[in-house]
């Protein structure tokens, strides 16, 4: 009997580079074939697979492409701990994070580190905080750059927590951003900003998205570009 053609259990999972993956199905209406991707963190196998096609068959799909997931938890970057290493990303530097018990428990910089107080073991907490604060202060500067820049009334950027994606526009107008781009550079940030700005005009990725895209941001789309494909997976190597 083909493999796929047996029943698989209700939670699927993948052997890769000696761990057990859970393999995480989506099935879309719009989808033609099988498309399949690691999770950023490395934790799960995501496929995304076409109405009529069978679960058993996805398995297949990841489970002899074992080799291509293998290379691919190979780059996902350690876990980092920034209270026990007592730095972290932010804006694209890692910065210090000065602890002392006796500060005010709200961060804040001073001389290119990072001040807070409070007690330590809620510490990350209180530094994942300050940074989606300020993932929300610069979302909100950026999109009000772009929404001039564009002749818009000012968007309302919210934060997202996706594994996936780094930003979305909604029909509304609402800009939707990865809090984990305020670890990036500025040049990184803005221009996914930049590009939801550009949706808010263009829902598709035409000419003339590219060409409103090219007037609105005021760097090399390209480098940003790469900067994301290379980099934006050690955005999620600290804080969960």
Known sequence: MIDWMRREPADPVVEVAGRELPIELKRNARARRLTLRLAPDGTAVRITLPQWCRTAEAVAFARARRDWLAGQLAKVPQARDPV???????RGTEIAIDWREAAPR????????LVVGGPRDTLGK?????????AVRLFTHDARDYCARADLAPAEARLTRAKRRWGSCSSEGVLRLNWRLVQAPDFVRRSVVAHEVAHLVHFDHSPAFHSLLDRLYEGDIDDANAWL????RTLYASFG
């Not at 026990?84 to 932010?90: A, D």
């Not at 209180?126 to 300020?134: D, G």
């Not at 494909?229 to 934006?232: E, I, L, M």
């Open 84 to 90: 026990n290493e007592g730095v972290m990303l932010y």
């Open 106 to 113: 709200k961060p804040f910089l001073a001389d290119g580190a």
């Open 126 to 134: 209180r530094l994942h905080r300050w940074l989606e604060h300020e």
């Open 229 to 232: 494909s290379g980099h934006g």
